[in-house]
């Protein structure tokens, strides 16, 4: 089993940034995909973004893209998020994820789906103060 936890969460005012961090432990195996959904009160979970290892290929959701970086996807099993230019409605628990595998086996879709992701960690609250 692989044990992921989260760091970085908090509370910011709109416009300002903040940098989520996930490092996960125990059966980290081979290949992986990691990244990040959010969950707004009331409202689906959603993708945000995943980073692989090896080979470091990056997805994101459309409307994020442009704020949102993720990084790491290392043989540390580590990966980050920076979120810049923030707003209200980016406020959600973040919740890091992973899959560990063959890669080759996902099409990119399944990447953006939280059902591709057997490791879920306990959830980072992320408040956006207008």
């Known amino acids: 089993q692989v044990h992921l936890v989260e760091a970085g969460g908090g509370l910011v005012q709109a416009g300002g940034s903040l940098r989520l961090s996930c490092a996960a432990s125990?059966?980290?195996?081979?290949?992986?995909?990691m990244g990040w959904f959010r969950q707004a009160t009331g409202k689906e979970r959603e993708f945000v973004a995943t980073?692989?290892?090896?080979?470091?290929?990056?997805y994101y959701k459309e409307a994020m893209k442009d704020r949102f970086t993720i990084s790491g996807g290392n043989a540390e099993n580590t990966n980050y998020l920076q979120m810049s230019v923030l707003k209200p409605e980016d406020t959600a628990v973040y919740y890091c994820?992973?899959?560990?595998?063959?890669?080759?086996?996902?099409?990119?879709?399944?990447?953006?789906?939280?059902?591709?992701?057997?490791?879920w960690g306990q959830g980072t609250q992320v408040t956006v103060s207008s």
């Open positions: 994820a992973a899959v560990y595998g063959i890669l080759a086996d996902f099409k990119d879709l399944d990447l953006l789906s939280e059902y591709t992701y057997a490791d």
């Open positions: 125990g059966r980290t195996i081979g290949a992986y995909a």
């Open positions: 980073i692989t290892w090896p080979g470091g290929v990056l």
